[in-house]
């Protein structure tokens, strides 16, 4: 981090980053396949397309775009069997927990920036119990803009009461990193999230990037103020 500046608040995106929803995001899938009587999908070969939402989850099973007619409809179906299956099988992924006992125990704030909607974060941040913890929670229709544009990047800092420059955004997605670095945030690549095959993560003009969780706590130690 440059000289003089300090971290104060860590940014998580959501889905692929903070907590692992690709199971609960694969059965609400097939379960919208299986009504349009067509073969149901591997969660491995839908697990990629997680972090495009519904547009990427769509475009892949349905092979529609949101230009298309039928998808408005088959996304309002997606998402009403998707609030009745929200967490069933999504968990903070492997090491997390530890990360965000260390945050707070650093005497550091963390919240979240997502594009998912607030009637889907908000209730999967509570049955997590998280979000009592967290400082912030920004879903993507908080405000008019979503990522990649930065004004929720400035939203969660201002929330979490940090300068956006004291922050880090950690995301799994190239949107994730373009709107962390147009805040002028620190940014990290989640490696272990829902990256597809074609993504190009080193292009993406990160800070740097981690391949498990734990690994934050060691780039949180050696940022400035925080040895």
Known sequence: METGSSLKTILFDLDGTLVDTAPDLAETLNRLLVKYQRPVLSPESIRPYVSHGTIGMLGFAFDVTEEDTEFAGLRKEFLDIYENHLCHQSQLFGGMDKVLDFIEASELSWGVVTNKPDFLTRPLM??????????????????????????????????????????????????????????????????YGYLEKNDQPDLWQASGSISKPTELIDWIKNSSGHV
Not at 141 to 163: I, N, V, Y
């Open 126 to 191: 509570q049955e997590l119990s998280l979000d009592k913890r967290c400082a912030c929670i920004v879903s993507g229709d908080t405000l008019p803009q979503r990522k990649p544009d930065p004004a929720p990047m400035f939203h969660a800092a201002e929330l979490a009461g940090s300068p956006a420059d004291e922050c880090v955004y950690l995301g799994d997605a190239e949107r994730d990193i373009e709107a962390g670095n147009r805040a002028g945030m620190q940014t990290l690549v989640a490696l």
